[in-house]
């Protein structure tokens, strides 16, 4: 029943709505990052705004589909980095809710808004054109992104969770080999539902 979305998915109103949806969630997304990177050090502001950088990589990715073309890498980065930073960010907002006992509107806006994120990557995923050497970059890209934030601390600001910060790095470096295992298992192993782009334009 879900292949029966694809045409939907990849009429070009929809994908200039998505489009023009994930250029205002990524602003957002890095003003909402705009305290933290003011006391960022100059080489780790690449690495702080994890997930507005996951939505950019995904513009990258409809912005080529717009074309009717692809841009591999971009699907690997996008894949991986929104799965893994989509489902990381309704964690960690559930375990503010069980440690606090509170959830604000903002933090059921960024979970809503977080879980679209991982399901749009992978909805879309029938049309990414990857090859390994693309996911192997895009698994470096994410751990080495724990090392930037776990390591030398740059990790995103929830000082509700600050006495928690070991343990979620170590679910976070779970959570990006499995993101990585996603990645493989929709957009490149053997035998996957794969749609062409082209054919909708």
């Known amino acids: 029943m879900i292949r029966n979305l694809y045409p939907l998915l990849a009429n070009r109103s929809v994908l200039w709505l ?3 949806v994930n250029v205002l969630g990524t602003a957002y997304g890095y003003y909402w990052y705009k305290w933290q990177l003011v006391d960022t050090p100059p080489r780790f502001l690449l690495f702080v705004p994890d997930s507005p950088t ?8 409809l912005g080529a589909f717009l074309l009717g073309k692809n841009w591999p890498l971009m699907e690997a980065l996008a894949i991986v980095s929104l799965v893994k ?15 606090s006992g509170q959830l604000d509107w903002i933090g059921i806006m960024l979970m809503a808004s977080h879980f679209a994120m991982a399901v749009e990557g992978v909805l879309y995923a029938p049309f990414y054109r990857i090859k390994p050497w693309h996911l192997i970059i895009a698994a470096i890209v994410v751990l080495h992104n724990e090392i930037i ?13 600050d006495l928690y910060m070991d343990q ?5 470096f779970w959570l990006s080999i499995a993101s990585v295992g996603v990645g493989y298992y929709f957009a490149l192993r053997p035998g996957r539902f794969s749609l062409s782009i082209k054919t909708y334009r």
Not at 151 to 157: C, E, L, T, Y
């Open 18 to 20: 998505l489009f023009w």
């Open 149 to 161: 934030d776990y390591v030398f601390k740059m990790m995103p600001r929830y000082h509700t969770l």
């Open 54 to 61: 996951a939505s950019l990589f995904f513009v990258f990715v």
């Open 85 to 99: 930073y989509g489902l990381w960010a309704v964690v960690m907002n559930l375990m503010v809710y069980f440690v």
């Open 168 to 172: 979620i790095g170590y679910f976070t």
